[in-house]
Every structure is written in C-alpha cells, then in structure tokens.
C-alpha cells in the first residue's frame, strides 16, 4: 500500500518505521531541518522518504493517510486542534486540486477530546468538491515512548472508532494487511466518540493508578510502612495488576499531564464533576511539593547532584518531567544543582543555559555535594558504587524519588524518600 504520515514525532515516525516493512511511507512534517535530517538517517530505507507537502502524484496514489500530529494543551487545559485541522485543510486542498478515483482511508490516530473525529470528517466533507470517496477512523495508540516499535508491532488491543455504517470487519482486515498483526489480538470496533474517550481513559486511569499508589505511600510513610512491599502485595493480585505501582514523584510527560487535564476541562465543560480525576492530579502534583520539602528539612547543604532530568527512564524527553518541576522548585530556593542523565543533557541544556551544571560524568557529578536526588527511574543509577560516589561528596544523603535503591540502601548515607 501507499502510506502517507502527517507528524513525525515518536508516534508518526514509529509507524513510518514499522509499516515501512511492507509498504511504501512518506512522512509529512512541516519542519524542514527535521525533514531533512530524516531523510539522512533513512536514506538506505527505500519504503521510506520525508517531505514537507504533499504533491499530486503522491496524493493520487495514496491509499491510507495516517495523521499522528501533536495536541498540546491549551493554558486552561483544553486541546488543541490546530494541527489536526491544518492537515484536514491540506487534505481538502489536495482533494480540490487533483482528481483521484480509489477510495481512501484516512485516520486519525493523534488523541482528541470526544466529537473531534465526527468534526474532522465533516469539516472535510463539507470542503471538497466533486469525489469524496474516503473514509475517515479513529485509532488511538496506546505505545509508550522509549518502547514504541515493540507496542506497535506487540499491541494489546487495537481500537478503531469508524462512521457505524461502515463493515467492522473491513477496518479489522486493513489492520491486519497494515501491520501484519497475527489473529489473536483484540479489536474493538466502535463509534468515534466511544474510541476517542477509551484514549482519555485508559491514560488518566494509568495516571490515577499510580496516584492512588503515590497516597499510599504518604500513608505507609507517616505509619511505619513499607511501600514497595505494600506495591508488591498488592500487584500480585490479577484484578489489580503488578504494573504502575511503582511510587515516588509522580507522573510527567507529553501524555498523561496534557490528557488528564483535557479530560477533566471537558468534564467542567458538560458540568460532570470528575472529582477522582481532580484528586489524581492534586496527589501527582503534591509529590512534588512533599519531596522539596523533605530536601529543605532534612538536608543542610544547598548542593545537589540531580540524577534523572527526562521525565521516565529510556528517553531524552523532559516535557513535563516531575524532574525538572523539582529542579525548578529548588532552583527559585537558590539550591546549586548539578545534573546527571544518560539521554537528556542536551535538552537539559537547551532549557537549563547556564542555571545549572551539567555533568556527563558521575564521579564530577557528586563532586562536593550535600545529596543524590534520584529523580528519574533509570536502571543504571542502580548499579553505582554508591559507596565509592561517597568519598567525593560534602555529605552523604540520598534522596531517592523513585525507590531505586530501596531494597540496596548504601552503607553509611542517610536515606530518604517519599
Ligand atoms: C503513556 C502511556 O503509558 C501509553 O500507553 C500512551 O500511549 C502514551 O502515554 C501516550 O498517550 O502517547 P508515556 O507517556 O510514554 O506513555 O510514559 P509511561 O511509561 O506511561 O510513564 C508516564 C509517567 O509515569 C512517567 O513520568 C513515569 O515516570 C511515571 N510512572 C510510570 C510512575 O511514576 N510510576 C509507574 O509505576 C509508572
């Protein structure tokens, strides 16, 4: 098939990449330097090429346009749509230019608030003259950034939103000729506006897990508690589940912060009140809060080495990372911060200037410091020589948000955590 992406962030160019395999892809980005720069990486991929426009020839043969563009939030929480309808204005432009006869599939799979596909389809409708054989679904993608090509091609479900009158097994068999997907996987097939809302929810109720898990923990604090075997006990249990129950500084990123709040501005738009969803982000943001607390507490010296700045292991992404919300805290408290990560310095670097220091090196890290915070969750800060890190500190404290060292607490430094 002839496959067009619009968007080429994690989503868009994972999918250029699996689905290259065994079509012909063309990524749409509006940002040439990246255009170009991904037309380098892939230049042996011969599936696969990056442009900034589409031109007749290509739209003509395209069989499925996949639209991946981002939704960042609005200052009052709302979605923004402006990309997603700047691609249905490019649609409607090449449909009104150039004359194509086989149908074509367009779907949308960035994450919009309910009634937005419904909307996009007859925006699009309504625009174009004359042939107007397409169709338009709704697929959410539920793959996590750092794991993408393993979630696409390992999906647990696929959900597709389609206009209801269309044949359901249809949409299954494209799937399936798309991305070569075995039998055994689960499809739901349903409306748009039932596909979009599965999205928010399936999101904010991974968030709300990992709140409820963040309470507990405050709780287990306060009470002699031990929170990772309360996670444990509890994650063994099928009907809970053993995954995002690991506690400490929250939740961050470029999905889970911008779609719980969309959800919850759509809940006050309809008067719905989401009171567990508002309690949810109240506890992430209130992880946060306590942790600063316990530095200033706790932690005599000013000087704190920062291990972790993107916002989860396996990722140089720091949009919306907790790390960089405690950076930022201790930073308006004239705290010195020091920062470590093995993905994220550049980017770091890009938001910090000169704000902080930026070490690639571990041991030039700790130098002369009063803490280790361990504020992103990546494995390596689990196999340092803590011990040895010590002779090169001020004082010996770690804070530890993320329980990464908290069945290995190093001898002889003082331990704390959330
Ligand atoms: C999330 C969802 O997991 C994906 O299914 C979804 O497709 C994606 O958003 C999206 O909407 O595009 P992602 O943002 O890549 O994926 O990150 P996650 O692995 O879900 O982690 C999110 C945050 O939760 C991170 O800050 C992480 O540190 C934190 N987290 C995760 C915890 O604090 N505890 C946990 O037990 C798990």
Same mark, same amino acid.
């Given at each position: 098939m002839n496959i067009i992406v619009y968007g080429t962030g994690y989503v868009g160019l994972s999918l250029c990449r699996v689905l290259s395999n065994k079509h012909n892809v063309i990524g749409v980005d509006i940002d040439s330097d990246k255009v170009n720069l991904l037309n380098a990486c892939y &230049? *042996? =991929?011969? !599936?696969l090429k990056f442009i900034n426009e589409i031109n007749e020839n290509e739209f003509v043969n395209t069989d499925v346009i996949f639209i991946t563009v981002g939704t960042p939030s609005n200052e009052? @929480?709302? /979605? *923004? +749509?402006e990309y997603v309808f700047n691609v249905a204005d490019d649609i409607i432009k090449c449909y009104n230019l150039y004359e194509r006869d086989k149908e074509l599939v367009i779907i949308l799979k960035s994450t919009v608030p309910c009634g937005t596909t419904a909307k996009f389809n007859n925006y699009i409708r309504e625009k174009i003259?004359?042939? =107007?054989?397409f169709r338009v679904l709704f697929n959410p993608e539920f793959l996590r950034e750092g794991n993408e090509i393993y979630d696409l091609t390992h999906p647990d479900r696929i959900v597709i939103g389609c206009d209801?009158? *269309? !044949? =359901?097994n249809k949409e299954k068999e494209l799937f399936i000729d798309l991305y #070569? $997907?075995?039998?055994s996987i689960p499809f739901v097939t349903t409306d748009y506006n039932t596909a979009e809302m599965i999205k928010y929810a399936a999101n904010s109720f991974l968030a709300l897990k990992i709140s409820f898990i963040n309470e507990i923990s405050e709780l287990c604090n306060k009470l002699n508690a031990d929170i990772v075997k309360v996670a444990e006990g509890i994650g063994y249990d099928t009907r809970i @589940? =053993? %995954? &995002?129950?690991?506690? @400490? +500084?929250g939740w961050g990123g470029s999905c889970f912060p911008k779609d719980c709040h969309s959800l919850l501005y759509e809940g006050n738009r309809i008067g719905c009140n989401m009171e567990i969803l508002k309690s949810s982000i109240n506890t992430n943001d209130r992880c946060v809060d306590r942790a600063v607390e316990i530095l200033e507490n706790e932690i005599s010296g000013k000087t704190f080495a920062i291990f @972790?700045?993107? &916002? %989860? #292991?396996? /990722?140089?992404d720091i949009r919306d990372s907790v790390s960089v919300r405690l950076c930022d805290k201790l930073l308006n408290k004239w705290y010195k911060l020091k920062i470590n990560d093995p993905m994220a310095l550049g980017n770091a670097k890009r938001y910090y200037g000169d704000k902080v220091e930026i070490c690639n090196n571990i041991e030039e890290c700790v130098k002369d410091v009063d803490c280790i915070v361990i504020a992103t969750e990546w494995e390596? $800060? %689990?196999? +340092?020589n803590y011990e040895c890190l010590g002779d090169l500190m001020k004082n010996r404290n770690i804070f530890d948000g993320r329980h990464l +060292?908290? *069945?290995r607490v190093p001898k002889g430094f003082k331990y704390l955590h959330l």
């Open positions: &230049f *042996n =991929n011969s !599936n009052d @929480g709302s /979605t *923004n +749509l003259c004359g042939c =107007n054989k209801c009158s *269309n !044949n =359901n #070569e $997907y075995n039998n @589940g =053993n %995954k &995002f129950l690991n506690s @400490g +500084l @972790g700045i993107a &916002f %989860k #292991e396996g /990722t140089d390596c $800060y %689990k196999h +340092l +060292l908290y *069945n």
